[in-house]
Protein backbone atom coordinates (compact mmCIF):
# COMPACT_ATOMS: atom_id res chain seq x y z
CA UNK A 1 0.00 0.00 0.00
CA UNK A 2 1.68 3.25 -1.02
CA UNK A 3 0.80 5.89 1.36
CA UNK A 4 1.08 9.93 1.07
CA UNK A 5 2.91 12.00 3.97
CA UNK A 6 -0.43 12.77 5.40
CA UNK A 7 -1.33 8.85 5.46
CA UNK A 8 -3.67 8.57 3.05
CA UNK A 9 -3.69 5.73 0.23
CA UNK A 10 -2.93 6.04 -2.99
CA UNK A 11 -2.80 2.73 -4.51
CA UNK A 12 -5.01 -0.62 -3.08
CA UNK A 13 -3.30 -3.04 -1.56
CA UNK A 14 -5.64 -5.72 -2.77
CA UNK A 15 -8.28 -5.76 -5.79
CA UNK A 16 -11.47 -7.75 -5.49
CA UNK A 17 -13.53 -9.43 -8.49
CA UNK A 18 -17.41 -8.19 -7.98
CA UNK A 19 -18.63 -10.14 -10.97
CA UNK A 20 -17.74 -12.65 -13.52
CA UNK A 21 -15.56 -11.29 -16.49
CA UNK A 22 -17.29 -10.93 -19.83
CA UNK A 23 -15.61 -12.42 -23.26
CA UNK A 24 -16.29 -8.89 -24.59
CA UNK A 25 -14.95 -6.80 -21.28
CA UNK A 26 -18.30 -5.02 -21.78
CA UNK A 27 -20.63 -4.94 -18.27
CA UNK A 28 -24.45 -4.70 -19.77
CA UNK A 29 -25.18 -1.42 -21.50
CA UNK A 30 -21.57 -0.24 -19.52
CA UNK A 31 -19.66 -0.81 -23.01
CA UNK A 32 -15.96 -1.37 -22.81
CA UNK A 33 -14.46 1.27 -25.28
CA UNK A 34 -11.00 1.43 -26.20
CA UNK A 35 -8.96 3.94 -27.45
CA UNK A 36 -9.29 5.37 -30.63
CA UNK A 37 -5.85 4.40 -32.23
CA UNK A 38 -6.47 1.02 -31.10
CA UNK A 39 -10.26 0.79 -32.55
CA UNK A 40 -8.62 2.17 -36.21
CA UNK A 41 -6.02 1.19 -38.35
CA UNK A 42 -3.60 4.11 -39.98
CA UNK A 43 -3.67 2.24 -42.89
CA UNK A 44 -7.00 2.38 -43.69
CA UNK A 45 -9.76 5.50 -43.91
CA UNK A 46 -13.14 6.44 -43.63
CA UNK A 47 -13.39 8.08 -46.88
CA UNK A 48 -12.52 7.54 -49.99
CA UNK A 49 -10.21 10.06 -52.30
CA UNK A 50 -9.32 10.37 -55.42
CA UNK A 51 -5.80 10.43 -56.14
CA UNK A 52 -4.31 13.48 -55.85
CA UNK A 53 -2.16 14.40 -58.53
CA UNK A 54 1.98 15.15 -58.13
CA UNK A 55 2.37 18.85 -57.68
CA UNK A 56 5.80 20.22 -56.34
CA UNK A 57 6.48 20.84 -53.04
CA UNK A 58 6.18 24.59 -51.48
CA UNK A 59 7.31 23.68 -48.52
CA UNK A 60 11.13 24.30 -48.62
CA UNK A 61 11.57 20.91 -47.19
CA UNK A 62 9.08 21.14 -44.24
CA UNK A 63 6.68 18.50 -45.67
CA UNK A 64 6.23 15.74 -43.70
CA UNK A 65 8.80 12.63 -43.97
CA UNK A 66 6.69 9.98 -42.55
CA UNK A 67 2.88 9.13 -42.08
CA UNK A 68 0.77 11.41 -39.70
CA UNK A 69 -0.29 7.92 -37.99
CA UNK A 70 -4.23 9.28 -37.49
CA UNK A 71 -6.44 6.04 -37.22
CA UNK A 72 -8.67 5.95 -40.43
CA UNK A 73 -12.33 5.18 -39.06
CA UNK A 74 -15.48 5.00 -40.98
CA UNK A 75 -18.52 7.08 -39.74
CA UNK A 76 -20.28 4.82 -37.98
CA UNK A 77 -17.43 3.51 -35.71
CA UNK A 78 -16.55 7.36 -34.88
CA UNK A 79 -19.76 8.51 -33.52
CA UNK A 80 -19.72 5.12 -31.49
CA UNK A 81 -16.95 5.90 -29.89
CA UNK A 82 -17.72 9.16 -29.01
CA UNK A 83 -21.41 8.38 -27.76
CA UNK A 84 -20.16 5.20 -25.67
CA UNK A 85 -17.57 7.16 -24.24
CA UNK A 86 -19.96 10.35 -23.44
CA UNK A 87 -21.80 7.53 -21.58
CA UNK A 88 -19.00 7.20 -19.10
CA UNK A 89 -19.47 10.93 -18.09
CA UNK A 90 -21.01 11.59 -14.96
CA UNK A 91 -23.02 15.15 -15.38
CA UNK A 92 -25.80 16.96 -13.59
CA UNK A 93 -28.40 16.02 -15.91
CA UNK A 94 -27.86 12.31 -14.62
CA UNK A 95 -27.63 12.92 -10.77
CA UNK A 96 -26.85 14.87 -7.67
CA UNK A 97 -23.33 16.81 -8.36
CA UNK A 98 -22.05 17.04 -4.71
CA UNK A 99 -18.51 18.58 -5.52
CA UNK A 100 -17.98 21.19 -2.61
CA UNK A 101 -17.19 24.76 -3.32
CA UNK A 102 -17.90 24.62 -6.88
CA UNK A 103 -21.73 24.98 -6.90
CA UNK A 104 -22.50 22.35 -9.70
CA UNK A 105 -26.33 23.71 -10.20
CA UNK A 106 -29.00 22.62 -12.66
CA UNK A 107 -28.96 24.89 -15.59
CA UNK A 108 -32.46 26.22 -17.00
CA UNK A 109 -32.87 25.28 -20.45
CA UNK A 110 -34.27 28.50 -21.12
CA UNK A 111 -31.36 30.62 -20.57
CA UNK A 112 -29.32 28.24 -22.68
CA UNK A 113 -31.87 29.05 -25.56
CA UNK A 114 -31.41 32.99 -24.85
CA UNK A 115 -27.85 32.38 -25.34
CA UNK A 116 -28.02 31.07 -28.83
CA UNK A 117 -30.33 33.68 -30.47
CA UNK A 118 -29.01 34.94 -33.49
CA UNK A 119 -27.17 38.31 -32.80
CA UNK A 120 -25.63 36.60 -29.61
CA UNK A 121 -24.71 33.17 -30.30
CA UNK A 122 -22.97 34.99 -33.96
CA UNK A 123 -21.32 37.73 -32.23
CA UNK A 124 -17.99 38.90 -33.66
CA UNK A 125 -15.81 40.46 -31.15
CA UNK A 126 -14.71 42.94 -33.78
CA UNK A 127 -17.94 43.88 -34.98
CA UNK A 128 -18.28 47.39 -35.00
CA UNK A 129 -20.05 49.17 -31.87
CA UNK A 130 -22.66 50.55 -34.00
CA UNK A 131 -24.38 47.33 -34.91
CA UNK A 132 -23.91 45.33 -31.77
CA UNK A 133 -26.21 48.01 -29.73
CA UNK A 134 -28.16 45.10 -28.21
CA UNK A 135 -25.56 42.81 -27.06
CA UNK A 136 -24.21 46.25 -25.44
CA UNK A 137 -27.53 46.90 -23.54
CA UNK A 138 -27.83 43.27 -22.35
CA UNK A 139 -24.26 43.78 -20.63
CA UNK A 140 -25.12 47.05 -19.15
CA UNK A 141 -27.90 45.91 -17.82
CA UNK A 142 -26.47 42.69 -16.19
CA UNK A 143 -23.50 45.02 -15.04
CA UNK A 144 -26.57 47.19 -13.26
CA UNK A 145 -27.65 44.18 -11.40
CA UNK A 146 -24.53 42.61 -10.45
CA UNK A 147 -24.16 46.40 -9.16
CA UNK A 148 -27.89 46.27 -7.47
CA UNK A 149 -27.02 42.60 -5.84
CA UNK A 150 -23.55 43.46 -4.26
CA UNK A 151 -24.59 47.38 -3.08
CA UNK A 152 -21.23 48.00 -4.90
CA UNK A 153 -21.03 51.13 -7.51
CA UNK A 154 -18.79 49.71 -10.31
CA UNK A 155 -18.20 46.30 -12.04
CA UNK A 156 -15.60 45.22 -14.47
CA UNK A 157 -17.04 42.51 -16.97
CA UNK A 158 -14.42 41.38 -18.67
CA UNK A 159 -12.83 38.65 -16.44
CA UNK A 160 -12.82 35.46 -17.77
CA UNK A 161 -13.33 33.27 -14.60
CA UNK A 162 -13.30 34.04 -10.88
CA UNK A 163 -9.19 33.92 -10.31
CA UNK A 164 -8.85 36.00 -13.93
CA UNK A 165 -11.37 37.97 -10.90
CA UNK A 166 -9.01 37.55 -8.40
CA UNK A 167 -5.96 38.88 -10.13
CA UNK A 168 -8.31 42.04 -11.63
CA UNK A 169 -9.08 42.74 -8.01
CA UNK A 170 -5.48 42.47 -6.57
CA UNK A 171 -4.13 44.51 -10.35
CA UNK A 172 -6.83 47.40 -9.32
CA UNK A 173 -5.64 47.12 -5.66
CA UNK A 174 -2.02 47.63 -6.39
CA UNK A 175 -2.73 50.30 -8.73
CA UNK A 176 -4.90 52.31 -6.12
CA UNK A 177 -1.74 51.84 -3.40
CA UNK A 178 0.73 52.94 -6.35
CA UNK A 179 -1.50 55.80 -7.01
CA UNK A 180 -1.16 57.20 -3.60
CA UNK A 181 2.76 56.24 -3.62
CA UNK A 182 1.98 53.16 -0.69
CA UNK A 183 3.71 50.18 -1.88
CA UNK A 184 3.22 47.40 0.24
CA UNK A 185 4.16 43.85 -0.16
CA UNK A 186 2.14 41.48 1.74
CA UNK A 187 -1.60 39.80 1.05
CA UNK A 188 -2.80 37.73 4.02
CA UNK A 189 -4.71 34.96 3.46
CA UNK A 190 -7.25 33.16 5.65
CA UNK A 191 -7.02 29.52 6.11
CA UNK A 192 -10.87 29.33 5.44
CA UNK A 193 -10.43 31.03 1.91
CA UNK A 194 -10.71 28.93 -1.57
CA UNK A 195 -6.71 28.01 -2.45
CA UNK A 196 -6.79 29.91 -5.86
CA UNK A 197 -6.85 33.35 -2.88
CA UNK A 198 -3.11 32.81 -2.10
CA UNK A 199 -1.89 31.29 -5.73
CA UNK A 200 -3.72 34.56 -7.56
CA UNK A 201 -1.51 36.90 -4.58
CA UNK A 202 1.65 35.36 -5.22
CA UNK A 203 1.28 35.97 -9.18
CA UNK A 204 0.89 39.65 -8.42
CA UNK A 205 4.13 39.99 -7.11
CA UNK A 206 2.74 39.94 -3.22
CA UNK A 207 4.36 37.89 -0.27
CA UNK A 208 1.41 35.75 1.12
CA UNK A 209 1.06 34.84 5.05
CA UNK A 210 -1.73 32.76 6.41
CA UNK A 211 -3.98 33.81 9.09
CA UNK A 212 -5.12 30.98 11.21
CA UNK A 213 -9.07 30.01 11.45
CA UNK A 214 -10.28 29.94 15.53
CA UNK A 215 -12.40 26.93 17.07
CA UNK A 216 -15.72 28.09 15.22
CA UNK A 217 -13.72 27.56 11.87
CA UNK A 218 -14.35 31.18 11.54
CA UNK A 219 -11.09 33.91 11.04
CA UNK A 220 -9.54 34.63 14.00
CA UNK A 221 -10.23 38.22 14.09
CA UNK A 222 -7.60 39.06 17.27
CA UNK A 223 -4.73 36.84 14.99
CA UNK A 224 -5.99 39.10 11.80
CA UNK A 225 -6.11 42.82 13.69
CA UNK A 226 -2.02 41.71 15.16
CA UNK A 227 -0.49 41.38 11.92
CA UNK A 228 -1.97 43.97 9.95
CA UNK A 229 0.34 47.23 9.50
CA UNK A 230 1.84 49.11 6.79
CA UNK A 231 3.51 46.28 4.28
CA UNK A 232 0.05 44.66 4.32
CA UNK A 233 -2.14 45.59 0.60
CA UNK A 234 -4.53 43.49 1.50
CA UNK A 235 -6.62 40.73 3.00
CA UNK A 236 -8.12 38.14 0.48
CA UNK A 237 -11.02 36.85 2.47
CA UNK A 238 -14.23 33.93 1.34
CA UNK A 239 -17.20 34.49 2.41
CA UNK A 240 -19.00 32.51 2.67
CA UNK A 241 -15.95 30.76 3.49
CA UNK A 242 -14.90 27.27 2.38
CA UNK A 243 -15.88 25.69 5.70
CA UNK A 244 -19.34 26.63 4.78
CA UNK A 245 -20.08 29.01 7.66
CA UNK A 246 -20.53 33.17 6.93
CA UNK A 247 -17.99 35.42 8.59
CA UNK A 248 -20.04 37.15 11.38
CA UNK A 249 -17.57 39.07 12.33
CA UNK A 250 -16.69 40.86 8.01
CA UNK A 251 -17.74 44.46 8.92
CA UNK A 252 -15.02 44.16 11.67
CA UNK A 253 -12.67 42.92 9.80
CA UNK A 254 -12.95 45.64 7.12
CA UNK A 255 -13.18 48.02 9.47
CA UNK A 256 -9.53 46.89 11.01
CA UNK A 257 -8.32 46.21 7.45
CA UNK A 258 -8.88 49.70 6.37
CA UNK A 259 -7.31 51.49 9.28
CA UNK A 260 -4.76 50.15 8.49
CA UNK A 261 -4.60 51.46 4.95
CA UNK A 262 -5.06 48.36 3.13
CA UNK A 263 -8.06 47.00 0.94
CA UNK A 264 -10.59 43.70 1.39
CA UNK A 265 -11.12 41.11 -1.57
CA UNK A 266 -13.44 39.61 -1.32
CA UNK A 267 -13.99 35.84 -2.96
CA UNK A 268 -17.46 35.89 -4.28
CA UNK A 269 -17.59 32.26 -5.66
CA UNK A 270 -19.70 30.86 -2.80
CA UNK A 271 -22.27 34.07 -3.63
CA UNK A 272 -24.81 31.26 -4.46
CA UNK A 273 -25.08 31.30 -0.60
CA UNK A 274 -26.47 34.77 -0.02
CA UNK A 275 -27.48 36.17 -3.26
CA UNK A 276 -30.80 38.62 -2.24
CA UNK A 277 -29.58 38.24 1.24
CA UNK A 278 -26.50 40.26 1.98
CA UNK A 279 -25.01 43.33 -0.34
CA UNK A 280 -21.02 42.66 -0.26
CA UNK A 281 -21.04 46.26 -0.30
CA UNK A 282 -22.11 46.71 3.30
CA UNK A 283 -19.64 44.85 4.34
CA UNK A 284 -17.02 47.08 3.88
CA UNK A 285 -16.03 44.82 1.10
CA UNK A 286 -13.83 46.63 -1.80
CA UNK A 287 -13.53 43.80 -4.42
CA UNK A 288 -15.41 41.11 -5.21
CA UNK A 289 -15.85 38.67 -8.10
CA UNK A 290 -18.71 36.90 -9.08
CA UNK A 291 -18.45 33.69 -10.55
CA UNK A 292 -21.25 33.71 -13.21
CA UNK A 293 -20.81 30.15 -13.80
CA UNK A 294 -21.90 29.64 -10.40
CA UNK A 295 -24.31 31.85 -9.37
CA UNK A 296 -26.26 32.82 -12.28
CA UNK A 297 -27.04 29.48 -14.28
CA UNK A 298 -24.36 28.70 -16.77
CA UNK A 299 -22.31 25.76 -17.72
CA UNK A 300 -19.60 24.62 -15.13
CA UNK A 301 -16.77 22.89 -16.07
CA UNK A 302 -15.07 21.41 -19.17
CA UNK A 303 -12.39 24.08 -18.77
CA UNK A 304 -14.83 26.69 -19.45
CA UNK A 305 -16.24 29.24 -20.99
CA UNK A 306 -16.49 31.25 -17.99
CA UNK A 307 -16.96 34.46 -16.20
CA UNK A 308 -15.81 36.10 -12.99
CA UNK A 309 -16.59 40.03 -13.20
CA UNK A 310 -15.32 42.12 -10.64
CA UNK A 311 -17.30 44.52 -8.40
CA UNK A 312 -15.50 47.58 -6.88
CA UNK A 313 -16.24 49.92 -4.29
CA UNK A 314 -15.84 53.71 -4.63
CA UNK A 315 -12.21 53.56 -3.81
CA UNK A 316 -11.18 51.08 -6.24
CA UNK A 317 -13.82 52.09 -9.30
CA UNK A 318 -11.17 54.32 -10.71
CA UNK A 319 -8.51 51.81 -11.29
CA UNK A 320 -11.08 49.31 -13.17
CA UNK A 321 -9.81 48.29 -16.32
CA UNK A 322 -10.72 48.52 -19.67
CA UNK A 323 -12.53 48.42 -21.91
CA UNK A 324 -15.99 49.24 -20.35
CA UNK A 325 -19.41 50.23 -21.35
CA UNK A 326 -20.57 53.71 -21.34
CA UNK A 327 -24.26 54.85 -21.99
CA UNK A 328 -25.07 58.07 -24.10
CA UNK A 329 -27.88 59.60 -25.39
CA UNK A 330 -26.75 58.25 -28.78
CA UNK A 331 -26.56 54.73 -27.55
CA UNK A 332 -24.27 52.51 -25.98
CA UNK A 333 -19.91 53.14 -26.60
CA UNK A 334 -17.16 51.00 -25.28
CA UNK A 335 -14.84 53.31 -23.49
CA UNK A 336 -11.30 51.87 -24.73
CA UNK A 337 -7.42 53.14 -24.61
CA UNK A 338 -8.02 55.78 -26.97
CA UNK A 339 -10.81 57.54 -24.86
CA UNK A 340 -9.37 56.56 -21.35
CA UNK A 341 -7.87 59.63 -20.81
CA UNK A 342 -11.42 61.05 -20.62
CA UNK A 343 -13.17 58.59 -18.94
CA UNK A 344 -10.85 56.26 -17.10
CA UNK A 345 -7.39 57.60 -16.83
CA UNK A 346 -6.33 55.87 -13.48
CA UNK A 347 -7.33 52.79 -14.78
CA UNK A 348 -4.46 49.66 -14.46
CA UNK A 349 -5.04 48.72 -18.44
CA UNK A 350 -6.77 45.53 -19.66
CA UNK A 351 -6.97 42.35 -18.86
CA UNK A 352 -8.20 40.17 -22.34
CA UNK A 353 -8.14 41.27 -25.99
CA UNK A 354 -12.28 41.85 -25.39
CA UNK A 355 -15.04 42.87 -23.82
CA UNK A 356 -15.73 39.36 -22.18
CA UNK A 357 -18.22 35.92 -23.18
CA UNK A 358 -21.33 36.79 -24.42
CA UNK A 359 -23.31 33.68 -23.70
CA UNK A 360 -22.12 33.81 -19.88
CA UNK A 361 -23.72 37.12 -20.45
CA UNK A 362 -26.96 36.20 -21.88
CA UNK A 363 -27.51 33.56 -19.52
CA UNK A 364 -27.09 35.00 -16.45
CA UNK A 365 -28.94 38.00 -17.39
CA UNK A 366 -31.86 35.49 -18.24
CA UNK A 367 -31.77 34.01 -14.95
CA UNK A 368 -31.89 37.12 -12.97
CA UNK A 369 -34.74 38.88 -14.80
CA UNK A 370 -36.80 35.19 -14.76
CA UNK A 371 -36.37 35.16 -10.88
CA UNK A 372 -36.63 38.24 -9.94
CA UNK A 373 -35.66 39.36 -6.03
CA UNK A 374 -37.57 37.31 -4.69
CA UNK A 375 -36.71 34.23 -6.49
CA UNK A 376 -32.92 34.81 -5.73
CA UNK A 377 -33.73 35.11 -2.19
CA UNK A 378 -35.59 31.79 -3.00
CA UNK A 379 -32.52 30.34 -4.06
CA UNK A 380 -29.91 31.31 -1.66
CA UNK A 381 -32.64 29.82 1.11
CA UNK A 382 -32.83 26.97 -0.42
CA UNK A 383 -29.07 26.26 -0.84
CA UNK A 384 -28.58 26.72 2.56
CA UNK A 385 -32.03 24.74 3.87
CA UNK A 386 -30.35 21.86 1.48
CA UNK A 387 -27.22 22.15 2.94
CA UNK A 388 -28.04 21.78 6.53
CA UNK A 389 -30.50 19.20 5.89
CA UNK A 390 -27.22 17.27 5.13
CA UNK A 391 -25.34 17.87 7.61
CA UNK A 392 -27.96 16.89 9.81
CA UNK A 393 -28.39 14.40 8.15
CA UNK A 394 -25.35 12.97 8.51
CA UNK A 395 -23.42 14.10 11.17
CA UNK A 396 -24.69 11.38 13.74
CA UNK A 397 -22.34 8.79 11.41
CA UNK A 398 -19.44 11.40 10.03
CA UNK A 399 -17.42 14.02 11.82
CA UNK A 400 -18.66 17.19 11.54
CA UNK A 401 -16.21 19.65 13.09
CA UNK A 402 -17.84 23.10 13.18
CA UNK A 403 -21.73 21.45 13.18
CA UNK A 404 -21.82 23.32 16.57
CA UNK A 405 -20.72 26.80 15.14
CA UNK A 406 -24.65 27.33 14.10
CA UNK A 407 -25.93 26.47 11.03
CA UNK A 408 -23.77 26.42 7.45
CA UNK A 409 -24.50 28.28 4.65
CA UNK A 410 -24.54 26.75 0.68
CA UNK A 411 -22.37 23.50 2.02
CA UNK A 412 -21.64 20.85 4.62
CA UNK A 413 -18.02 20.18 5.77
CA UNK A 414 -17.35 16.56 6.83
CA UNK A 415 -14.38 14.92 8.58
CA UNK A 416 -12.82 11.68 8.62
CA UNK A 417 -12.53 10.81 12.54
CA UNK A 418 -13.84 7.53 13.27
CA UNK A 419 -13.24 5.70 10.71
CA UNK A 420 -12.06 1.85 11.19
CA UNK A 421 -7.62 1.65 11.41
CA UNK A 422 -6.52 2.21 7.45
CA UNK A 423 -9.73 3.27 5.64
CA UNK A 424 -9.49 7.11 4.38
CA UNK A 425 -12.01 9.68 2.98
CA UNK A 426 -10.76 8.32 -0.74
CA UNK A 427 -11.72 5.02 -0.01
CA UNK A 428 -15.58 6.84 0.85
CA UNK A 429 -15.31 8.46 -2.23
CA UNK A 430 -14.39 5.60 -4.34
CA UNK A 431 -17.41 3.41 -2.51
CA UNK A 432 -19.94 6.55 -3.20
CA UNK A 433 -18.65 5.97 -6.99
CA UNK A 434 -20.24 2.36 -6.91
CA UNK A 435 -23.44 4.10 -5.42
CA UNK A 436 -23.89 6.58 -8.70
CA UNK A 437 -22.75 9.47 -7.34
CA UNK A 438 -19.74 11.47 -8.42
CA UNK A 439 -17.69 12.18 -5.28
CA UNK A 440 -18.04 14.92 -2.59
CA UNK A 441 -14.82 17.81 -2.52
CA UNK A 442 -12.16 15.28 -0.85
CA UNK A 443 -9.30 16.61 1.54
CA UNK A 444 -10.27 20.52 0.88
CA UNK A 445 -10.37 22.65 3.05
CA UNK A 446 -6.73 21.62 5.15
CA UNK A 447 -8.20 22.75 8.58
CA UNK A 448 -10.27 19.42 8.67
CA UNK A 449 -8.63 16.37 8.74
CA UNK A 450 -9.71 13.63 5.71
CA UNK A 451 -12.18 16.14 4.80
CA UNK A 452 -15.71 16.10 3.14
CA UNK A 453 -17.22 18.86 1.42
CA UNK A 454 -20.85 18.85 0.24
CA UNK A 455 -22.77 21.13 -2.12
CA UNK A 456 -26.13 20.49 -2.97
CA UNK A 457 -27.14 23.39 -4.30
CA UNK A 458 -30.76 24.34 -4.03
CA UNK A 459 -32.03 23.10 -7.06
CA UNK A 460 -32.13 19.11 -5.99
CA UNK A 461 -35.35 18.05 -4.29
CA UNK A 462 -35.41 16.40 -1.00
CA UNK A 463 -36.33 12.86 -2.62
CA UNK A 464 -32.72 13.47 -4.61
CA UNK A 465 -30.90 14.41 -0.90
CA UNK A 466 -32.50 11.47 0.56
CA UNK A 467 -30.97 9.19 -1.49
CA UNK A 468 -27.86 11.02 -1.49
CA UNK A 469 -27.97 10.85 2.52
CA UNK A 470 -28.84 7.17 2.27
CA UNK A 471 -25.97 6.30 0.18
CA UNK A 472 -23.52 8.26 2.03
CA UNK A 473 -24.56 6.65 5.53
CA UNK A 474 -23.99 3.19 4.05
CA UNK A 475 -20.82 4.02 2.64
CA UNK A 476 -19.61 5.78 5.64
CA UNK A 477 -20.44 2.70 8.17
CA UNK A 478 -18.77 0.60 5.83
CA UNK A 479 -15.54 2.56 6.35
CA UNK A 480 -15.84 2.36 10.30
CA UNK A 481 -16.69 -1.01 10.67
CA UNK A 482 -13.64 -1.60 8.31
CA UNK A 483 -15.44 -3.44 5.61
CA UNK A 484 -12.29 -4.33 3.31
CA UNK A 485 -14.54 -4.42 0.12
CA UNK A 486 -14.48 -0.84 0.47
CA UNK A 487 -10.83 -0.49 -0.13
CA UNK A 488 -10.73 -1.52 -3.48
CA UNK A 489 -13.73 0.56 -4.07
CA UNK A 490 -14.99 1.00 -7.19
CA UNK A 491 -16.32 -2.19 -8.72
CA UNK A 492 -18.73 -0.98 -11.02
CA UNK A 493 -17.06 1.64 -12.80
CA UNK A 494 -15.51 1.19 -15.85
CA UNK A 495 -12.24 1.22 -14.83
CA UNK A 496 -10.87 0.41 -11.27
CA UNK A 497 -8.76 2.01 -8.88
CA UNK A 498 -5.95 3.57 -9.61
CA UNK A 499 -2.47 5.08 -8.21
CA UNK A 500 -3.26 8.37 -7.95
CA UNK A 501 0.05 9.50 -7.12
CA UNK A 502 1.66 7.58 -9.38
CA UNK A 503 -0.99 9.00 -12.05
CA UNK A 504 0.05 12.19 -11.16
CA UNK A 505 3.36 12.31 -11.45
CA UNK A 506 3.90 9.51 -14.46
CA UNK A 507 0.44 10.02 -16.27
CA UNK A 508 0.99 8.52 -19.81
CA UNK A 509 -0.85 11.25 -21.88
CA UNK A 510 0.70 10.01 -25.71
CA UNK A 511 -0.60 6.96 -27.21
CA UNK A 512 1.83 4.52 -28.29
CA UNK A 513 1.84 2.19 -30.98
CA UNK A 514 3.00 -1.01 -28.99
CA UNK A 515 4.92 -2.70 -31.76
CA UNK A 516 6.86 -0.09 -31.81
CA UNK A 517 7.20 0.81 -28.44
CA UNK A 518 8.76 -3.08 -27.63
CA UNK A 519 11.14 -2.52 -30.89
CA UNK A 520 12.77 0.52 -29.02
CA UNK A 521 12.79 -1.24 -25.76
Keep these: MNMLSEGRPTRPDHMET????????????????????????????????????????RLGGLERKRPIGLPGLSEQETVRHYTRLSRQNYAIDL??????????????RLNEKVARLPGFADLHPLAPVSTVQGALAVIDELAHWLKTLTG?????????????GELCGLLAIRSALEARNDPRAVVLVPESAHGTNPATAAFCGYKVENIPANADGRVDLAALTARLGPDVAAVMITNPNTCGLFERDMKNIADAVHSAGAFVYCDGANFNAIVGRVRPGDLGIDAMHINLHKTFSTPHGGGGPGSGPVVFSAALAPFAPLPF?????????LVEEETADEHHGASFGRMVAFHGQMGMFTRALAY??????????????????NANYILRSLEDVLDAPFGASGPCMHEALLGDKGFAEGFTTLDV????IDEGFHPMTMYFPLVVHGAM????????SKAALDQFIMALRSVAGRAKAGDPTLRSAPHFAPRRRLDETLAARKPVLVWEDPALREAAE
Design 18 to 57: ASPATATGNRALMLEEALIFEIGSSETTGVDFAVAPKVSS
Design 95 to 108: GLFPLGSCTMKHNP
Design 152 to 164: MPAVAMSPKAGAH
Design 325 to 333: IERADDGYH
Design 368 to 385: ILSHGADGLRQVSGDAVL
Design 429 to 432: AKGL
Design 453 to 460: LIEPTETE
